[in-house]
């Protein structure tokens, strides 16, 4: 089920910024790579964003998957970090089975109210869905304290409660990851889609690892890097290409 990826490296440490600083000369409104600062238009900031961000992977030698490029190429113009030409896999078909959901009135529920902010919530609701994030919904602190669990995991058991498909996007608690998985094995909840990009040290790595051979379309970044706006730049990433 797994697209390996979705780039070839020719030349990634032609990415590393080798910028040198002369002492003793005017000092210049540079760039990071030594030009003089462009005259943009605020309206054509963005474009101009991902025109320098094709570029720079062209120079590379990265050639990223031309169905899930406009993904991958969000996630690099949040964060500013190529590596996610890298590290950002895709299940078989996920972006057509994610926009299937869109268009079918899926919810998307985050992990973070931060995530949840990001999302255009305007483009979703035009396709009959919402964004939802239960984190600081009292009953879910009520619960998470008795049990002695985390509020992503609770979160994670209430949106499974729901009466609607629902796209899991994960950008912070690799314990609602880990909830999902467990539930799954359980036979008591199957997720339709996950996103999978928390980003930490405490079984980051292994909660992601955990969707990527089995049958729920998802979209992972391998390794420590993800979080809230990555989740939500996937999301937005998916919206603005339907």
Sequence with gaps: MKNESNMH????????NTDKTVSGTPKK???????ESENVRPEDIEKRSFEIITKELEEAGIVLDEATSFVTKRCIHT?????YAHTLFFSEGAVDEMKRLIRGGA????????GLSGINKKKLASFG????????????????????VTRAA???????????????AIGNAPTALIKLH???QE???VPKFVIGVPVGFVNVVWAKELFLDGDVPYIINKGRKGGSNIAAAICNAVLYNM
């Design 29 to 35: 409104d540079l760039s990071p790579y030594g030009k």
């Design 187 to 189: 036979g008591i909840f």
């Design 107 to 114: 919810c998307i529920v985050t992990d973070t109210n931060m």
């Design 182 to 184: 467990e539930m799954m």
């Design 9 to 16: 490296d020719k030349g990634h440490d032609k990415m590393a």
């Design 79 to 83: 964060s500013a970090d190529f590596d």
């Design 154 to 168: 609770v979160s994670m058991e209430k949106a499974a409660k729901l009466d609607k498909d629902v796209i899991f």
């Design 129 to 148: 869905g919402e964004a939802m994030c239960f984190m600081a919904d009292e009953d879910v602190t009520k619960e998470a304290r008795e049990r002695g």
